[in-house]
């Protein structure tokens, strides 16, 4: 809400079967025009849920942030410059990653990315850093439904289409490294990243 482009549409998409903050997302955020509450019926994950969103949205472009991420002001702004500048359908910025109280720990330089291999062993894209045109995402080219690396089979399945992914240099973004974050688990990472090669990319 505090982004300097207004032109914007959000939607929460609701997938904590607890409920707990449900009560405060509806009691401040219910009646303002530009905020889409999506409440799904059971736990379906990242990758089902981020498919939800975007079914439900109308922009020309999609942005995505996690619950526990935070933006710059000035992001969207900035970065739809940065992409009808060069011409790009889709581009991700450089981030910092925080402690749980907040401390920078380090901070990830964003990459031009010419070419699914240039990420295949290792993919530093900020999911939250990343904006895009919705006109790439088709029933073939989502999120995959996995626990992590949903994000990392749409960015493959993008640059094995053709297109590059800019990298816009700035610090737009900073990502919160909290214990029970499901991107936190090397076992569960593992698991998904095999899929990731075998399932949804047929690699041997």
Known sequence: LDQTYTNIEIIIVYDDIEKNDLHYLKENFLKNEKIKIIINDKNLGAG?????????SRGKYLAFLDADDLWDKEKIFKQLQFMKKNNFTISHTSYKILSEDGQML?????KHFRDYKDILTSCDIGLS???MRRDLISEKVQFANIKTKEDFVLWLKILKSGKEIGA?????MSWRKTKNSLSSSS????KDGFKVYNKYMNFN
């Open 48 to 56: 089902k849920s981020r498919n939800i969103g975007i079914a439900n």
């Open 187 to 190: 076992l569960q990472k593992l």
């Open 168 to 172: 816009l240099e700035e610090t737009l």
């Open 106 to 110: 380090s901070l990830r330089k964003s």
């Open 129 to 131: 850093s990343v904006l």
